[in-house]
């Protein structure tokens, strides 16, 4: 493979991700749409059952990668249809934690079953290796963002 050829195809494959990343969320949103929850709600949905009962506020919106400010939008609309609580944290009062209602774990789970037909019937054709290859392909790109995040402004003096 030359050089131009490589760059051609790395180019071609970035735009791609762009695109597929695109068409999965609209597949995704979709799905949520037919429980009921918009797909911007259904992300945190999600992560309430992977994290567990009683999720404090700021460890959600790491995991959703979101801010703070944004999931409280969410959450307020995920309260709103019954579908999670929002106490304040036992341990910590000036924290809120969330948890899911029985309504919440019906719709998450029909969420999750959904989302997860869709990824089998899409990628019915794709065999492990192929699997392991697109995961090493984002893998890359999500070590390259960190290392971006935590390199400093050089147009910023950190010296005050």
Known sequence: ???????????DM???????GRLWRKMAREAAARHGVSEAASAPLI????LGENVRQNALAE??????ASLV???DELEASG???RRPDPNDRRANSVSLTPRGREVVTEVNDDIQRLRLDIFRDLDLADIHAAARVLDAIKL???RQ???PDPGHSTNG
Do not use: H, K
Request: net charge positive.
């Open 149 to 151: 995040c935590q390199r």
């Open 83 to 85: 579908l999670v609580t």
């Open 14 to 20: 970035t735009r791609d991700l762009l695109l597929a």
């Open 1 to 11: 493979m030359t050089t131009s050829n490589r760059a051609d195809m790395l180019r």
């Open 73 to 75: 939008r969410l959450i």
């Open 144 to 146: 390259a963002g960190g």
């Open 47 to 50: 992560w309430i059952d992977r």
């Open 63 to 68: 995991a959703v990668g979101i801010e703070g």
